[in-house]
């Protein structure tokens, strides 16, 4: 147990992983954009994913041989595990693109990976605050993570209403799809949270 | 930091989002039972939704912004956040219904509804019964609670079987339906969860 | 409250809870392994998970009586629940085998379902480990655990790719082994959340 510990490391790891899950999103925007290499991209994404692995297990591994965290260790919890849940699942994204062997993108994957690339990059930039500890700024990036989630709860339903239209004779490419649309609206979801623990740990320090 | 909040903020809070929680299960057995205006009705629960996630966001800034809450700040938290799961749930699954421009309803759905809407009224009264700090009467709720949710379990098990043998030859109709039941047991299965923090509540306290 | 309970009471109650997943694991493979007496055998797991829910629900409860507890009250709190909702996936599985009167079985399946019967072995292993203090081995045991889920993870992958290949004329089998599948899948992240939480208590009094 280390009484006092050096507060850095925490901001660090989070930077890291933060700079970590906005190159997964925009590995999946080139793989949606750009229909070709799919398993190369997908495997990058992996690896991507893998690296993340590894810093949450790091953080979860501080947290508990820390006896004093510069923020709530619950919180440092929930925002190692909403990012890493947001990791996981754009790489359970591109990777069924992989297993069902799909042909091409739909535009509407597109639009919802940008959002996600868009989102990703939103949260670097309050992780970086957390760090400053300048939480006026962490609560705006909050405030536009929530309304990148909304846009992208409208484009999921979007999309979802063109799939059924578009494929109402083929039932198993609406299942794939629905299934990739659903990952990506999922990993959205999980921003959420991430805004959530950011902004509770910003009405505990304001 | 307030030390000494007026309790009774929470407390009516609650009972607010769970008479708002009533009204969106209500709007959606009216939706389920008379399958005109849906997405009038579906708008209807939405602004519900949006009037719970104010609800919900202002408990989360009151619970970060008290030191010292009438009961354990956790618990608090998982109420809260599980009463807006079983709200947007409520959502989803009307949400889908227009979405998916299905062209009438189920008498399955008709009866999760119904279920939901009980189990929303069971909330309703014990979340009264926790402001009266009447854990008897509280501990009986959670009870029935439960009771509905294994009913709801067995009724989501009969449309599934239901839904496989009527439409075996319209897999996008099962595809349809099958999203929908399951945002309605799902939100049955949130509404365990708010039974599981009250009793834990009530535990604490009695 | 009971200020200076037993210790022992929760270690017994966790270790039979691992005997009950072990019992409902090794009862889904003989289900996929040999599919005759499908209903029976379904019944029987799901006695296995009523039991459990006993189980949890009496820990859950002496953790919410109890001031001092030997674990982290919070640990204990995730370990029931996790280990709760391994049980309840296992059960899921088997009942949509019931449910969607499926004719046989899949070599896939029956891979699955072989892995999770591991995994439950090695959380049982576990938590007799939690029990004697011995927290090197449990360390081992927690890392076998995640070997275990990332096989299932591979299994998975394969899993689908093959159904989605066998079946691309019948959407409506590719909709029940798809949830099935996603119910084994699903069960094995939970195992990995049992050894997450293991691993934590590990990291606290190692």
């Known amino acids: 147990m280390r009484l006092f510990p050096k507060e850095i490391d925490f901001f660090e790891i989070f930077d890291t992983a933060s700079v970590n899950l ?11 954009e750009n229909f070709t290499d799919i398993d190369r991209k997908a495997k990058e994404i992996y690896e991507v994913e893998q690296e993340g ?3 949450t297990h790091d953080i979860m591994k501080k947290l508990n041989k820390t006896f004093i965290t510069p923020i709530d260790r619950e919180d440092l919890h929930a925002l190692a595990s909403s990012l890493d849940d947001v990791l996981d699942l754009i ?4 990777d069924r693109m992989s297993v069902f062997k799909l042909k091409e993108s739909t535009p509407e994957a597109t639009v919802m990976a940008k959002n ?19 939480y006026s700024h962490m609560q705006e990036y909050c405030i536009e ?7 992208m709860d409208r484009d999921f339903r979007d999309a979802l209403a063109k799939l059924f239209d578009d494929y109402k004779n083929d039932p198993v490419l609406i299942i794939k799809w ?21 902004e509770a740990i910003v009405l505990k320090h304001a």
């Open 22 to 32: 906005t190159k997964a999103a925009s590995i999946l925007v080139a793989l949606m």
């Open 53 to 55: 692995d590894i810093l």
């Open 91 to 94: 790489w359970g994204a591109a």
């Open 116 to 134: 996600l690339l868009m989102t990703a990059e939103v949260i670097h930039k309050a992780i970086h605050m957390l760090k400053e500890k300048n």
């Open 145 to 151: 993570i929530n309304r990148l989630e909304n846009r």
């Open 178 to 198: 629905k299934e990739i649309y659903e990952h990506l609206e999922d990993a959205s979801d999980k921003c959420e949270d991430v805004a959530n623990v950011l």
